[in-house]
């Protein structure tokens, strides 16, 4: 398994971000995909989940801002993130069961 995240940089607040996720090494279509982050000084938190039938997750936290997506046809997955705040800065992380990515930093800062 490989997940492969991209996308991270330094916005202001309000600004926007897509990170994305190259997986490869599993059947990607049946596959539950997730993205969790972690701030500094804070434990691994879930963030989103799409299923395999698409069906969107998000913690309360997020919802309404962010949004979710995968393209099957290239084993990808999606995080458009809006209206970004200072609280959402962490290292993102792509993951699947008990897979995850390298991670993407995410700073949003003034």
């Known amino acids: 398994v490989q997940l492969v995240e991209s996308g991270g940089g330094l916005v202001q607040p309000g600004g926007s971000l897509r990170l994305s996720c190259a997986a490869s090494g599993f059947t990607f279509e049946s596959a539950d995909m997730a993205w969790a982050r972690q701030a500094p000084g804070k434990g691994l938190e879930w963030v989103s989940t799409?299923?395999?039938?698409?069906?969107?997750y998000y913690v309360g936290s997020v919802k309404g801002r962010f949004t979710i997506s995968r393209d099957n046809a290239k084993n990808m997955v999606y995080l458009q993130m809006n209206n970004l705040q200072p609280e959402d800065t962490a290292v993102y992380y792509c993951?699947?069961?008990?897979?995850r990515g390298q991670g993407t930093q995410v700073t949003v800062s003034s």
């Open positions: 799409i299923s395999s039938d698409g069906g969107p």
């Open positions: 993951k699947m069961s008990r897979y």
